[in-house]
């Protein structure tokens, strides 16, 4: 690996410097949902790292593409096209990768979520959310691990989402899977403590990944872009907390205010307050909106301690987006 590179990439790009292991040389980083979005620019972040990488994606995704342009950086790429989804494509890839290749880092970026009714989802879009956000990065690692424990220093980056945070609704499901990516990456950190192997998760806000996101991002009003960051900015953020061991990355300074405010709203209030936003992406009827959304008062001694604030802090909630 080319420490000198290495700076002087990284020194006319962006604040922060990123120190990967050195001991990382002629291993892999395997990236899931590499084609697009934030999996992509973790591809050529460590790319230009020094990294070789291999990539996984859905067939005709553009991850051959994204394979090319890391390789135009110096590194070795690999494109495995693949639904993650399919139990027994997932665990031919695995035994084809420990087979094959040894791993120095596992990041687990692929996922999926949308806005909708609870009511009106079909159980196969909600088998799929469970089965992308929850069962793949599970049994990726746990088939994954014994090749990873191999490397002098391994990592492991589970991205979850500023919505582990707290529940919403009109999106129900997917918060709940990215808090179990969370409690995951927290409970395998502890247990793979002095092993070598170095455990953390990334809550990153809203980003415009792709024009789907983007649109609903823009509905949700002017503080829907409170948080906002560039994929290219969360990739080289997170990364530069992997290296440091870090527990919990929230990317950007917006996102660690937005975690305070979280903390110290009610949930009585919170989750009305957000899912009231939320609502703004879907045609929910009229009675969803009034009913559903509207706050319960919250009992005068939860209220009182921060009446002066509350005003201010209620308003912003109001608007704040922290789903992706």
């Not at 999996?39 to 995704?61: D, I, K, M």
């Not at 929850?134 to 220093?153: G, S």
């Not at 009109?170 to 002095?194: C, D, H, M, N, W």
């Not at 009229?286 to 002066?308: M, Q």
Request: aromatic letters at 6%; glycine letters at 8%; proline letters at 6%.
């Amino acid at each position: 690996m080319n420490t000198k590179h290495i700076s002087q990439t990284l020194g006319t790009r962006q604040k922060g410097k990123i120190n990967p292991p050195q001991e990382a040389e002629c291993r892999y980083a395997l990236i899931t949902g590499a084609s697009q979005g934030l999996g992509r620019c973790y591809a050529l972040e460590l790319a230009r790292l020094g990294f070789n990488t291999l990539l996984v994606a859905l067939p005709g995704s553009g991850l051959r593409e994204v394979a090319a342009e890391s390789r135009s950086l110096g590194v070795e790429s690999i494109p495995f096209e693949t639904d993650l989804c399919d139990e027994k494509a997932l665990s031919a890839l695995c035994r084809h990768i420990n087979a094959r290749y040894s791993l120095c880092m596992i990041i687990n970026n692929a996922g999926t979520g949308g806005t909708k009714l609870f009511t009106t989802c079909p159980p196969d879009y909600l088998d799929h959310i469970l089965s992308l956000n929850v069962r793949v990065p599970v049994l990726l690692i746990r088939y994954l691990l014994p090749n990873l424990r191999h490397a002098p220093q391994g990592f492991i980056l589970n991205v979850a989402s500023m919505a582990a945070f707290s529940p919403v609704g009109f999106k129900t499901v997917y918060p709940a899977s990215k808090r179990f990516i969370l409690q995951f990456s927290l409970g395998l950190r502890e247990e793979l403590r002095g092993t070598g192997i170095s455990v953390s998760a990334v809550a990153p806000g809203p980003m415009k990944t792709n024009a789907e996101i983007t649109r609903r991002i823009e509905r949700q009003g002017a503080f829907g872009k409170l948080g906002l960051l560039s994929p290219e900015q969360v990739a080289h953020l997170s990364l530069q907390g992997l290296f440091r061991r870090k527990a919990v990355i929230l990317p950007g300074w917006s996102n660690h205010i937005n975690r305070l405010l979280l903390s110290l709203i009610p949930t009585a209030l919170l989750v009305p307050l957000i899912s009231r936003v939320i609502a703004r992406e879907i045609n929910a009827p009229a009675i969803h909106r009034k009913a559903v959304c509207k706050p319960r008062p919250a009992p005068w001694w939860k209220i009182g301690a921060w009446a002066s604030e509350g005003t201010t802090l209620l308003q912003s909630l109001q608007e704040l987006s922290v789903i992706s």
